[in-house]
């Protein structure tokens, strides 16, 4: 079923439309400002105190990864491809158990504030430095401008708003409630804003499925490779033997130890609620696939003519996809809601990248240089942190023009080159105590070399000749599993020819030490305001079986779209 009648032209707000986003303008500014004027420790600002609930944290999982690149980037590759994109969310169900099952209690024992922090006790200062600055460079460069990028271009094709104007205008709004409230006001807002985003997307979904017939109707308007989901190995976008042992190394470093994921971990008022809301976070990366990857197949069965198409016959304007069906299929009204829902997804990624940054810049650079700062002189130093990321944001917008949608791969890529080195060292690291420092640094140098080799090759094979093709060509899942493996052999070989660690110094961070009394005096004087508490008898049931259910679920989707 094709709709002739699509357009693309922008579609004015009515009043309802513009009701409903300034309702929630206001409502998150309320929220934020709230809890502005609450706690004044650092622990309060970096940490909420470290009474956070599994509702809250869940959902703070959940936005804090989903920003408007997913609704462009995800509806725009099921217009090309179907549902197999939706692996990366799948996968990110259970490594979210992994989460909460196998490094959550580490870093709760730890008491640590930071990814770097727990590094650093770990290994060494240097690694918690390489950690700490390659992290606010990728947020900088790639989740800031990226997610601006989205924003702006989707809210320009829907509703005609200014890419300059719109940028400014979410930057600083989002900025003003996460330099007052910390961390917080951002866990709070992100609540609601997992509301709005989920309401906003599945009712968008409900209406394209109303429209095209149903889910048989859909399935047979378009190819039957679109359904199913595991692919061959040549494929060049999602072979299965990418998508089964190179998307779990990204997920290790995404999920269990980028600061903007697990900071919100961190905030837990015990190890019981700290494990729950990663299932609950895992129970709603469920849904990405339905409310985001199905859309893009909607409006491909529903608007077949608005698509270009390659030589070969694939899609080469999937970003159209979303935009495409709030324009044609929403009426005045549900407009509003659905931008809310956009809004809430870019306010709630940003928010979440600048107070993670903020952490980083205060406790792993500042207090390192400072370790006296008063307690108001550390909150005061995290809202500067934040103030200057808000800023770094607006620097962006001149730019946002000229990032095309090959620049917004590239960046999203990135991502993929720096990870195999981290999630290495962190999963070895508190696998097997003989790991040491010098091994951890090399395998992270190593991996870095390697990763920014890959991404010059790329960009030189796209304006001149091809060096090495094999290496260029390589499907970049395949390339984390290479890089994976050989900063895996560089941390463990350097190790072994080096002196081992000292095993007092590992007391509580590896799984052999695990029982071992931690030495206080590694442990910060901010670590020690507020140690969770450890997992009832009770949550420890429930998280068992809320664990085996989402396992089980997510292999029955697998089966279903295979």
């Not at 979210?96 to 008491?111: A, E, H, I, Q």
């Not at 600083?172 to 804003?193: E, H, K, P, W």
């Not at 962190?426 to 790991?435: C, D, E, K, Q, T």
Request: charged share 10%; net charge positive.
């Amino acid at each position: 079923m094709v709709e002739n009648a699509a357009q693309l032209t922008h579609k004015a707000l009515s009043g309802v439309d513009a009701g409903i986003i300034g309702a929630y303008f206001l409502l998150i500014f309320c929220i934020g400002f709230y809890f502005a004027r609450r706690g004044r420790t650092s622990t309060d600002y970096f940490l909420a105190g470290r009474d956070v609930g599994w509702f809250a944290i869940g959902a703070s999982l959940f936005v804090s990864n989903i920003s408007t690149e997913h609704f462009i980037g995800l509806s725009g590759s099921g217009a090309s491809s179907g549902l197999a994109v939706g692996h990366f969310e799948w996968w990110a169900c259970l490594i979210l158990l992994v989460l909460g099952w196998v490094f959550v209690p580490f870093y709760l024992r730890s008491n640590v504030f930071t990814m770097p922090e727990f590094l650093e006790r770990r290994f060494s200062r240097s690694c918690a430095i390489y950690l700490a600055s390659i992290s606010i460079i990728a947020y900088i460069f790639t989740k800031i401008s990226v997610q601006l990028y989205a924003a702006s271009v989707v809210l320009h094709s829907v509703a005609g708003w200014d890419l300059w104007k719109t940028a400014i205008v979410l930057v600083v709004a989002t900025g003003v409630y996460t330099i007052a409230g910390g961390l917080a006001a951002v866990i709070y807002t992100d609540t609601v804003q997992t509301i709005i985003l989920i309401i906003g997307a599945v009712l968008l979904t409900v209406i394209g499925l109303h429209r095209v017939g149903g889910f048989a109707a859909l399935r047979a308007a378009v190819p039957a490779s679109y359904f199913h989901m595991i692919k061959p190995i040549h494929d060049p976008d999602f072979p299965w033997t990418g998508i089964f042992f190179g998307a779990p190394i990204l997920g290790i470093w995404y999920w269990c130890t980028d600061q903007v994921i697990v900071q919100r971990v961190l905030s837990a008022r015990d190890e019981g609620h700290a494990k729950a809301g990663t299932i609950f976070a895992g129970f709603l990366k469920i849904l990405p696939v339905f409310m985001l990857v199905l859309p893009g197949i909607i409006a491909f069965a529903l608007f077949h003519n608005l698509f270009k198409f390659g030589p070969d016959g694939e899609v080469l304007n999937g970003d159209i996809a979303y935009p495409t069906l709030i324009l044609n299929l929403l009426p005045k009204g549900l407009v509003g809601l659905v931008l809310a829902a956009l809004l809430a997804a870019v306010m709630g990624a940003m928010s979440s990248v600048f107070n993670s940054a903020s952490t980083l810049v205060t406790l792993d650079f500042y207090k390192k240089i400072r370790p006296n700062a008063s307690e108001s002189r550390l909150v005061n130093m995290g809202r500067v942190a934040t103030g200057v990321m808000v800023l770094l944001g607006l620097l962006w917008v001149p730019f946002i023009h000229l990032i095309s949608s090959q620049l917004y791969i590239y960046l999203q890529s990135v991502q993929a080159y720096i990870s195999p080195p981290i999630a290495a060292c962190f999963v070895f690291g508190i696998l097997w105590p003989r790991l040491n420092a010098q091994g951890a640094i090399t395998s992270l140098l190593t991996g870095f070399v390697l990763g920014a080799g890959r991404f010059i090759l790329e960009l030189r094979a796209k304006n001149g000749p091809d060096l090495i093709p094999w290496l260029v060509q390589m499907n970049f899942l395949h390339y984390a599993i290479f890089m994976f493996v050989i900063c895996s052999l560089v941390l463990i070989g350097v190790s072994l020819v080096t002196p081992a660690p000292d095993r007092q110094k590992l007391a509580g961070l590896t799984f052999a030490t695990v029982g071992e009394k931690m030495d206080v005096v590694a442990v910060t004087p901010l670590a020690l305001q507020r140690k969770p508490a450890a997992e009832t008898a009770l949550e420890h049931r429930l998280n068992i079986v809320f664990s085996l259910a989402l396992l089980f679920t997510v292999i029955g989707l697998w089966i279903y779209f295979r």
